[in-house]
């Protein structure tokens, strides 16, 4: 089983200000199969990033991810208000498909 | 547009069965991998559970392997996931996803998902 593990557990930034978030693998992920997701309070968790680097469709620009191997980003650039939410990495090159823990990004 | 609306979530006793629904529109349903993901309180997601596009494959976590069953009826547009001898630990909010690889890819939509609480 592939363990991702994110780090911070909690980012407390400012809008504006650029957040970044790692998910590190515990063996490599294949194909760079490895996902990002947002999560906000009461609500699914929505796709923002598949392949590590692809945005999905209507992601603004200010997000981005990067990576391959067992290391890999999310970076968004200057954060806008609704951006404040929990961020998930999930990984799809093996089963069973596992997520990180999450990283927290709060309002400082 | 896409749609993917889950029920049959409630309270039940432990040692029970369950069975929920996803229920979905919108998009080829019969052309994607169908996922469950499930949610404990306060906690990150867990994938359950996922079907291939024609049924043709299946997967589980082995939390759940032996209890769990997924299914799908694409003349219907629907997901199931039967869940039998419930434990506390299954307790969650369990969310139906939809994979664009037909069973090998990432979740591109969710539905808003059902709660399952199994407590004596």
């Known amino acids: 089983e592939i363990v991702l593990t994110q780090s911070p557990g909690t980012l407390s930034l400012s809008p504006g200000e650029r957040a970044t978030l790692s998910c590190r693998a515990s063996?490599?992920?294949?194909?760079?199969?490895l996902a990002w997701y947002q999560q906000k309070p009461g609500q699914a968790p929505r796709l923002l990033i598949y392949g590590a680097s692809s945005r999905a469709t209507d992601i603004p620009d200010r997000f981005s991810g990067s990576g391959s191997g067992t290391d890999f980003t999310l970076t968004i650039s200057r954060l806008e208000p609704e951006d404040f939410a929990v961020y998930y990495c999930q990984q799809y090159d093996s089963s069973p498909r596992t997520f990180g823990q999450g990283t927290r990004v709060e309002f400082k | 547009q896409v749609q993917l609306v889950e029920s049959g979530g409630g309270v039940v006793q432990p040692g029970t069965s369950l069975r929920l629904s996803c229920a979905t529109s919108g998009f080829t349903f019969a052309d994607y991998g169908m996922h469950w993901v499930r949610q404990a309180p306060g906690k990150g997601p867990q994938w359950v559970a996922l079907?291939?596009?024609?049924?043709?494959?299946?997967d589980s976590a082995d939390s759940v392997k032996g209890r769990f069953t997924i299914s799908r009826d694409n003349s219907k547009n629907t997901l199931y996931l039967q869940m039998n001898s419930l434990k506390a630990e299954d307790t969650a909010v369990y969310y139906c996803a939809g994979d664009p690889w037909g069973g090998n890819g990432y979740l591109d939509s969710w539905g808003q998902g059902t709660l399952v609480t199994v407590s004596s």
């Open positions: 063996q490599s992920v294949n194909n760079n199969y």
């Open positions: 079907i291939w596009f024609d049924g043709s494959i299946k």
